[in-house]
């Protein structure tokens, strides 16, 4: 009889996983950790790299490393905007991961590239980020 409640609450509770809105507004911003430098987060990963090419080519080669990942939506934003966010969501229960890639400056003007990639649900991503993150950067080095 007791089973009953229990898998309800379970059964809602990945209901609200794989359905709960990504508000553009809480999700589409750079990090918030000072630097230049490669880091990785409790639950996520920043990878930067300051540009001394064209940072628009940069952002469009994210960009198609994105979109042709599996699972993987355009939450909003653009190349033109200078900041796109991405929602990957993982292949059995559907959690959401949200990466955003943006074009930033130093406080000396310098224009570097960030991929900011962060779980929304639980505190370990189990590197899944640092892992995707690598990829969709493979394409740039």
Known sequence: MVIWPVLTVV????????LAPSDPSVWNRASSVPGTETRQLDGGYVWRKVMDSDATAVLEKLKAAAEATPRTVLLTGSVEAGQMTYVTRSKVIGF???TTISLRQTPEGQPFVEV?????FGKSDLGVNAKRVKSWVGTIE
């Open 11 to 18: 059964v809602l509770a990945l209901a609200y996983v794989r």
């Open 96 to 98: 959401p991961d949200y």
């Open 116 to 120: 900011y990639a962060r779980l929304r």
